[in-house]
Each structure stands twice: as C-alpha cells, then as structure tokens.
Nanobody, 124 residues
C-alpha cells in the first residue's frame, strides 16, 4: 500500500501562486509515476500534470501549460506542483495520485493510489 497526503492548498487571488506538496509513504520501493488531478463539483476528475519516476518526463494539461510545474524529490518522497498565474477557473480540489507506470498517462483509472485532496480557491 501507498499513502499520499497533500498539503499547500488555500485561498489566493487571481495572478497569485501556490505550491502543493504530496508526501508519499508506505510501499515506496516501486518506481511510481506521479500525477496531479483536480475536480470541481459536478465534473469529472481531470488530469493536471504527471511526472515519471526519474523526473525526466513530464506532461501537462493544455490549460496549465506554462503556468504549472510538477517536480519530485525521491529522497524526500515528495511530489510538488508549483502553480503560478492562477486563474479563478483553477479553483478545485487537487488530488495527488500514484501509478505503476512506466508511462506518464492522463487517465485517472491508470493511477492506483490517491490522496484525500486539498482545496485550492482562486478569487477574482
């Protein structure tokens, strides 16, 4: 089992920045692909960003390219999502997820483990 705990969410004005963190614990010996997803009420969970085990491959949703950056520190067992130039439409619950890989995929069903989510609210 793998446990994921997100932190760093909150309320920010449009144009501001937040950094989300995802602490990974449990069965961490495998080379997990990590992803960030987000969800608003009444809508499906959508892919935001993903990163390979080595960090050498990243993928982003078109809506966040150039504004968000995903990174990981395997020594600290932590994955980050730096969010800049935030927009009100970025408001959502953000989830961290771990998948077996090796490909950085965008479908939520490809990720086996999920955190509890952290709320991000961007005011206009």
């Amino acid at each position: 089992q793998v446990q994921l705990v997100e932190s760093g969410g909150g309320l920010v004005q449009a144009g501001g920045s937040l950094r989300l963190s995802c602490a990974v614990s449990g069965r961490t010996g495998s080379s997990y692909v990590m992803g960030w997803f987000r969800q608003v009420p009444g809508k499906e969970r959508e892919f935001v960003a993903g990163i390979s085990w080595t960090g050498g491959v990243t993928r982003y949703a078109d809506s966040v390219k150039g504004r968000f950056t995903i990174s990981r520190d395997n020594a600290k067992k932590t994955v980050y999502l730096q969010m800049n130039s935030l927009k009100p439409e970025d408001t959502a619950v953000y989830y961290c997820a771990a998948g077996m890989g090796p490909w950085v995929v965008t479908e939520s069903y490809e990720y086996a483990y999920w955190g509890q989510g952290t709320q991000v609210t961007v005011s206009s």
